[in-house]
């Protein structure tokens, strides 16, 4: 079976390794340059392919028609993209005699689009999973070829979550590599099970919090953007105050005069979110040291005060 590779992260280190132990014939790999403003703290696929002495390329776009050519003349039996983030054109995903698969890190058709795997602790689900289906031209709507479940632990953040992801990707393609040089996968409609939704991509600036909201919810958002992702955050004498960990109080009381991001109390650090106590476990301000809720509310004088607001 001859295989082109569409790869980056280290989903797509694990799932390569797979095509290769599988004895598949990869005639190339495309994958990314390292981003310097993203903190990378995974394997990626290109130290692989240069151990295999497979051609590596990183085109920032793959609109150009020499890159459909070049893919042409290796006549691949199969294209795949585990975790590749530029879009790849029709006339690309045309060129394999057996299909063009992509493996999304949801349960398709359920959070189609971006950063699913942020997504979904954000809406507080608990599962979620890996899809590979067939790629079409409009994103995450091709035919399922197989998926498998991964539950999401009420403690888990995106990266205990990715590590999972990780675990449970390299087996996924083991399991359908047979069945893909055979030709004897099934496939199965999307809409066959159920409704779709699609989130679209995530910036910095997202992690605002919005104290209105409930103590689970600004909990979801915080483990959903927290290490090694660029966190969620508050405003503070005009300053970002982020907070990488948290744990929502709900059988705490909040009094009913309390307002939206008052901190009720010091030790332990409780602030109002949305009627419920959230205790902020680990907090930075812009300038200082990482540290403890209650250290850093007795550095600042917390104490009644409201976070929040403008910048």
């Not at 993203?38 to 130290?47: G, M, N």
């Not at 060129?95 to 698969?101: E, L, S, V």
């Not at 689009?113 to 079409?136: A, Q, S, Y």
Request: net charge negative.
């Amino acid at each position: 079976m001859r295989v082109v590779v569409f790869a980056y992260h280290e989903i797509g280190y694990s799932c390569l390794k797979e095509v290769l132990d599988f004895g598949a014939e990869v005639s190339c790999l495309f994958t990314h340059e390292d981003d310097p403003e993203e903190e990378v703290w995974f394997k990626t696929p290109r130290t692989l392919a240069e151990e295999h002495a497979i051609p590596v390329y990183t085109p920032e776009t793959l609109r150009d028609p020499k890159w459909a050519s070049l893919i042409r003349g290796l006549k691949p039996d199969v294209i795949f993209s585990f975790y590749y983030r530029n879009m790849i054109p029709k006339e690309i995903l045309d060129i394999p005699t057996t299909g063009a698969f992509n493996l999304h890190g949801s349960l398709l058709p359920r959070f189609r689009g971006r950063c699913p795997v942020n997504w979904v602790l954000i809406k507080g689900e608990t599962e979620t999973g890996l899809t590979l289906h067939f790629m079409e031209e409009k994103p995450d709507t091709g035919d399922i070829v197989t998926q498998k479940t991964i539950p999401i632990s009420p403690d888990d953040t995106a990266h205990t979550l990715f590590l999972k992801m990780i675990k449970e990707a390299g087996p996924l393609v083991k399991e359908i590599l047979p069945k893909l040089r055979d030709t004897t996968f099934t496939r199965m409609k999307q809409a066959d099970l159920g409704p779709s939704t699609y989130f679209g991509g995530r910036r910095p600036e997202d992690g605002l919090i919005s104290w209105e909201k409930d103590g689970r919810s600004v909990y979801n958002l915080v483990r959903a953007v927290t290490h090694p992702y660029p966190g969620a955050f508050t405003w503070m004498d005009g300053k970002k105050l982020y907070i990488w960990r948290a744990q929502p109080e709900l059988s705490i009381p909040v009094a009913a005069g309390a307002q939206s991001g008052e901190v009720l109390s010091e030790n332990p650090l409780l602030v109002n979110a949305g009627g419920t106590a959230l205790k902020l476990v680990t907090v930075q301000l812009d300038g200082e040291d990482e540290m403890g809720g209650e250290t850093f509310a007795v550095r600042h004088s917390l104490k009644n005060r409201i976070l929040g607001g403008n910048q």
